[in-house]
């Protein structure tokens, strides 16, 4: 089992860039695809970036592709989503979450969950 800690929301103006995190428990780790989703007010979950176990693939969605990048440097058991040119249609709850199907992007790929950081993107 994993547990999963994100951190790195805030506000930003429209343009800006944030640097999400994902800290997660356990020594498998480093076994699990790790993908982040988020839900914007009044929409359902949507995925957003997902990376292999190994870090060596990564898969996006179409709308953040070009501005947002995933990562996973193994030793320190955390997972980064950095994000660039920040829209306000990019303002949602971030969550990252862990599983074992390749570069999944359906949720339910997803047993584990962390409790979501906010992201705020303002005009």
């Known amino acids: 089992q994993v547990q999963l800690v994100e951190a790195g929301g805030g506000l930003v103006q429209a343009g800006g860039s944030l640097r999400l995190s994902c800290a997660a428990s356990?020594?498998?780790?480093?076994?699990?695809?790790m993908g982040w989703f988020r839900r914007a007010p009044g929409k359902e979950r949507e995925f957003v970036a997902a990376?292999?176990?190994?870090?060596?693939?990564?898969g996006y969605a179409d709308f953040v592709k070009g501005r947002v990048t995933i990562s996973r440097p193994n030793a320190n058991n955390t997972v980064f989503l950095q994000m660039n040119v920040l829209k306000r249609e990019d303002t949602a709850v971030y969550y990252c979450?862990?599983?074992?199907?390749?570069?999944?992007?359906?949720?339910?790929?997803?047993?584990?969950w962390g409790q979501g950081t906010q992201v705020t993107v303002s005009s």
């Open positions: 979450a862990a599983g074992s199907n390749f570069l999944a992007t359906r949720a339910i790929a997803y047993p584990y």
């Open positions: 356990g020594r498998t780790f480093s076994r699990y695809v």
């Open positions: 990376i292999s176990a190994s870090g060596g693939s990564t």
